[in-house]
């Protein structure tokens, strides 16, 4: 059986002080690769379509775990969150004249922070699931895998998800990862010791401070990591295999149809716009763009 561990105090502490020596990857992250987002102009038809309390409000308030670069992650003020994830929110707010507000919340409890309604919305790398479909619509806007992150030099020569049994291995909790390296273990003679942690930077730490052999994690964030000239004398991408590849989604409350359906429109009016793959290749993360907006075509059931 998988052998897994949450690990939740004291890794607060840790993770400043990775920050601080310059090895955590939601550090001042790098900016984008051009600094000119496109222009987009309100739809008033599309505004309209909006709940009439979204309209009263001019907010649509969302739920981020901004420990997920180039997804999302704290700027370099340490508070405003930045990202492909906010600039996808904001050129959607500007096409249906309200406000995207992202605020900050723990992986493991987006789901539940929506279904509470503290939050209008969850886009936070969310892949959409069958069993995530139980608690919300899913309004999927991208498209990626699991990777394997190790230390620069494959101490370990780990090199696929089969050179993971026996080892130690640093996952977000509340993530697909974890459910990944549960199935692993058919391939495995021996246990994979699973740490759950609080977010992807902890994981990035036990793996930096050698309390783990390795950590799982989708693939922007694993390329973003082993490709920062902050943080790549430390970590490694074992290869570009992207495990599971599945869709994220922007989450609704299930008793939202109408905002679900206007987002679905508004995105894909900004794919078809060009506006869309302008912002994914922005933060150089085109190869995960979707043609079509689809809801709810998420990952079947685990077997």
Do not use: K
Not at 48 to 56: Q, S, T
Not at 117 to 127: G, I, P, W
């Amino acid at each position: 059986m998988t052998r897994t561990h949450r690990a939740l105090a004291g890794t607060a502490v840790l993770a400043a002080a990775l920050l601080a020596a310059g090895c955590g990857a939601s550090a001042d992250p790098a900016a984008p690769a051009t600094d000119a987002a496109p222009a987009v102009t309100v739809d008033q038809r599309l505004h309209a379509a909006l709940p009439e309390e979204v309209r009263d409000s001019g907010v649509l308030t969302v739920a981020n775990d901004p420990s997920y670069p180039p997804a999302s992650s704290f700027g370099p003020d340490g508070r405003t969150i930045v990202g492909f994830e906010p600039d996808l929110g904001a050129a959607l707010g500007d096409l249906l004249g309200v406000e995207v507000r992202f605020e900050a919340s723990s992986f493991d409890t987006l789901l539940d922070d929506l279904a509470a309604d503290r939050f209008d919305l969850v886009m936070s790398a969310v892949t959409d699931t069958a069993e995530r479909e139980q608690q919300a619509d899913f309004v999927n806007y991208f498209r990626a895998g699991s990777s394997i992150v190790v230390s620069r030099g494959n101490p370990h020569g780990i090199h696929d998800l089969a050179g993971l049994c026996g080892r130690s291995v640093a996952v977000e909790a509340g993530t697909v990862q974890v459910g990944l390296l549960e199935r692993a273990q058919s391939s495995c003679t021996g246990g994979i010791d699973v740490h759950e942690l609080p977010t992807n930077d902890d994981a990035l730490l036990e793996l930096r401070t050698g309390r783990a052999d390795a950590v799982v994690a989708d693939y922007p964030p694993a390329v973003f990591v082993t490709t920062d000239p902050r943080t790549q004398s430390s970590f490694q991408l074992v290869s570009d295999t992207q495990y599971e590849p599945g869709l994220y989604g922007i989450a609704v409350a299930t008793d939202r149809p109408g905002l679900r359906d206007t987002l679905t429109r508004a995105l894909q009016r900004l794919v078809d716009d060009g506006v869309y793959q302008q912002l994914l290749d922005r933060w150089e993360v085109g190869h995960g763009a979707v043609d079509s907006v689809t809801v709810n075509g998420g990952l079947p059931p685990a077997e």
